[in-house]
């Protein structure tokens, strides 16, 4: 049974940054892709970031590209998401997802490939 944990939400001030952590359990993971998806109030989830899980290949969402890093201990089998210069917008409950099929050498940014989900972490940023 796979397991995803998240940890590492938190409020920070707009400019500030957070590290969120995925705790990852149940399989051997070095086929997956692995992701960060967000949900903020009000809104529809959205895809913030992804990487493979052999190779290290990443994708981003625009909206963060240049803020936020996504990288993976292999040791650890734990996905990290550093997220950095920090906006009121990145408020929302946090989300990470595997994929244990990905089709191509670039993660997918399509939820709907992700099988596995955490239960989410929540970051809220003050203005």
């Known amino acids: 049974q796979v397991q995803l944990v998240e940890s590492g939400g938190g409020l920070v001030q707009a400019g500030g940054s957070l590290r969120l952590s995925c705790a990852a359990s149940g399989r051997t993971f070095s086929s997956y892709s692995m992701g960060w998806f967000r949900r903020a109030p009000g809104k529809e989830r959205e895809f913030v970031a992804a990487?493979?899980?052999?190779?290290?290949?990443?994708r981003y969402a625009d909206s963060v590209k240049g803020r936020f890093t996504i990288s993976r201990d292999n040791a650890k089998n734990t996905v990290y998401l550093q997220m950095n210069s920090l906006k009121p917008e990145d408020t929302a409950v946090y989300y990470c997802a595997a994929d244990p099929n990905p089709r191509e050498l670039v993660p997918t940014s399509r939820a709907r490939e992700y099988e596995y989900w955490g239960q989410g972490t929540q970051v809220t940023v003050s203005s």
């Open positions: 990487i493979r899980w052999s190779g290290g290949s990443t």
